[in-house]
């Protein structure tokens, strides 16, 4: 073998035994509300009080683990040490008015609620932070990014977040000089609005020379579903706009020739049939068309997956069965009132569809002693 080859080989071998090993010997830093910067050893047992001790006291590689609680004020992130919290259920940052995380080139920020900042997530000019399975909610920006003059491109992760009551869910800017855009990858996040509540937009591109992937999200509720500022390397772009599902917003795509995307790259307008949004749970009936087997991509569409089933008869959703379903059946098939949610529940006879035999049904189950609405619709 020439020595020349043998030398690649030995880089290569060099690299990934390196790699390997900082990886095997990656540590976790512990932090809790309840901790002390000052005498804990960021163990498990002696925890951190906040996350910025946690990754003052990490090395390159580290994980930054937050123990259950809510963690007050901003965070400025080291390249390549993830923060990891329990889980966004139970671990909150609350950004108390500013910024509540601050990027930095390559890192993680996954398993929080991240709340009441005007930015949750700042990317600077040269960051390509992963963002994941986050509940980011009262905010003015979920995640907003500028690349100002000369730099860039980066290539951010989102992926399997909630966004709701936020003006603006992802806002992505480039200056008209900055050495690239923000080629990265938007998927399967949840951008909701609560009772009362609208974003201004949900994802949104200023941008002259990025190609993002955006695929298999689900956005509802907004002013303006997607947009895209400019129509630069537009025909490139729309190419990676896919199997998402955007629905019920003022406009669902926004684009200075108004074009629609709806129907093109398999991206859908339909209900998503959320659970209970205002109860937290934005997971989606199995006749969701954001389940897989209910979509032409075959994925999920969103954050969440099916987490809640259909009481068949139960057309208005009051959580039993009466005359009142039988009345908002027949008021939406011949007066033009809403439809059952998820549509199912209004199938009480399990015939596949919905008629006005199924307002018959409920009514011999209540007033004859008919039998009860099918088990499964």
């Not at 050893?41 to 925890?47: D, E, F, H, W």
Request: hydrophobic share 35%; net charge negative; glycine share 12%.
């Amino acid at each position: 073998m020439r020595p020349r080859m043998i030398g690649r080989y030995f880089a290569v071998f060099t690299f990934v035994f390196t790699t390997a090993m900082s990886t095997a010997y990656a540590t976790k830093v512990y932090v809790s509300p309840g901790g002390n910067d000052t005498s804990g050893n960021g163990t498990i047992a002696s925890p951190y009080r906040t996350i910025p001790k946690g990754i003052a006291e990490a090395s390159t590689g580290d994980t930054v683990f937050a123990l259950p609680g809510t963690y007050t004020g901003s965070i400025v992130m080291e390249d390549q040490i993830a923060i990891v919290g329990s889980g966004f259920e139970t671990t909150v940052i609350d950004g108390n008015g500013a910024t509540a995380i601050v990027t930095a080139a390559t890192a993680l920020i996954e398993g929080f609620t991240i709340r009441d900042g005007e930015t949750a997530i700042l990317y600077d000019g040269n960051s390509s932070v992963s963002v994941k399975s986050n509940y980011i909610t009262e905010c003015y920006y979920g995640i907003d990014g500028y690349i100002p003059f000369e730099e860039g491109p980066i290539t951010p992760d989102i992926r399997n977040n909630i966004f709701e009551t936020i003006l603006w869910g992802i806002n992505l800017d480039e200056q008209a000089f900055a050495n690239g855009g923000v080629n990265g990858t938007i998927e399967n996040n949840t951008f909701i609005s609560a009772v009362g509540a609208q974003f201004n937009t949900g994802i949104r591109y200023r941008m002259h020379k990025s190609i993002p992937i955006i695929r298999a999200n689900s956005i509802s509720g907004c002013k303006t579903g997607i947009e895209f500022t400019y129509l630069t390397i537009f025909d490139q772009r729309k190419l990676l706009v896919s199997c998402n599902n955007v629905w019920d917003n003022g406009s669902n795509y926004w684009t200075e020739d108004s074009t629609d995307l709806t129907g093109f790259q398999n991206n859908i307008s339909e209900d998503p049939q959320y659970c209970d949004v205002a109860s937290g749970n934005w997971g989606v009936y199995s006749t969701s068309p954001n389940a897989p087997e209910n979509n032409a991509c075959g994925i999920l569409l969103g954050a969440k997956g099916v987490g809640c089933t259909a009481v068949c008869g139960d057309a208005n959703g009051s959580g039993g069965i009466s005359i009142s379903d039988a009345v908002f059946v027949i008021s939406y098939i011949f007066g033009g009132g809403p439809a059952p949610h998820p549509l199912s529940a209004g199938d009480a006879n399990c015939s596949g569809g919905i008629s006005i035999s199924d307002a018959v049904y409920v009514i011999n189950h209540i007033f004859g002693g008919g039998p009860a609405p099918c088990s499964s619709c």
